[in-house]
């Protein structure tokens, strides 16, 4: 797991991964804490009795495999942090039962990393017990971890925004109405964000060989890769020159779905391969 650390015989916690964003001091704080931490016998005493309280109330209130779910989202969102989706999921998700999936991987996964938060965001027993506090450091921690440095407000923008005119599909005529919208909205996408020859080329190319019978495979996943690269290096501005959140979620989404399609082809490669080696 990506951030995971080793405890040693001594105690000592040792984490080798970086926060990815200082949201109100939170993730500084937790990754100091990080470097050389000990795990006192109170941080003991606060993982028992959160492990007691998740048991009895948590675990009924949202159901144990809710929050084990949004342990594991989270978890598999740090691991691939260019999944953009991945990460806002587990964001909204994790926004309502922060505390609880902190808790979770810290009580019942045992991460070091998890235990290492708690301590750093100030989760008390007290404060995990009260049903009406969110905790809102642990919100900010998780939402750090998961935060893409450039990315503006990631949590308050839905991947399926309403003002998506189509589909994300490996299609032309839907990125270039994609951009289209995306110049109308308010803040509007800059003009010069909305000339994208980087990707459009590599995107017509991937759509012709898709209709194409028998397109060559190798030929087809080349061009697939130089989509998802152009796509993953696009920075869409607003006239201001800050990042258009909206249009930079989107693209990520893209290339979500280009990244699907390279799956798609490396497996159809490989069993071609399979395939001739039996023939011969």
């Excluded at 470097?35 to 109330?57: P, Y």
């Excluded at 989706?85 to 810290?106: F, H, M, P, S």
């Excluded at 590599?202 to 690269?229: F, N, V």
């Amino acid at each position: 797991m990506v951030g995971e650390k080793e405890v040693t015989a001594t105690g000592v916690v040792h984490d080798s991964a970086a926060v990815a964003a200082d949201v109100a001091g939170v993730a500084a704080e937790a990754l100091r804490l990080a470097d050389h931490t000990h795990i006192t016998a109170a941080v003991l005493t606060t993982i028992e009795k959160m492990t007691k309280s998740l048991n009895e109330f948590w675990f009924r209130k949202w159901g144990e495999s809710r929050i084990r779910s949004g342990w594991q989202l989270y978890k598999d969102a740090t691991r691939n942090p260019e999944n953009r989706r991945l990460a806002r999921e587990a964001i909204r998700e994790n926004t309502t039962l922060g505390k609880c999936v902190l808790a979770y991987g810290a009580c019942i996964d045992k991460d070091a990393q998890a235990r290492t938060a708690v301590q750093a965001c100030g989760l008390t027993p007290e404060v995990f017990e009260d049903g009406m506090d969110v905790c809102q450091a642990v919100v900010q921690y998780l939402r750090a971890r998961l935060h893409d440095g450039e990315v503006e407000t990631i949590a308050s923008h839905d991947a399926d925004a309403q003002w998506l005119p189509c589909k994300l599909e490996i299609k032309f005529a839907n990125w270039t109405m994609i951009k289209a919208t995306a110049m109308g909205l308010d803040p509007a996408l800059d003009a010069g964000s909305g000339k994208t020859p980087q990707i459009d080329g590599p995107l017509q190319e991937c759509e012709r060989l898709s209709a194409a019978d028998g397109a060559d495979l190798d030929t087809w996943k080349s061009k697939i890769d130089e989509l998802h690269t152009a796509l993953m290096a696009y920075r869409p501005r607003k006239p201001d020159g800050k990042l258009h959140a909206e249009m930079n979620i989107t693209t990520r989404d893209f290339a979500d779905v280009v990244g699907a399609e390279r799956l798609r082809l490396m497996n159809a490669i490989r069993d071609a391969a399979g395939a001739d080696e039996v023939v011969v």
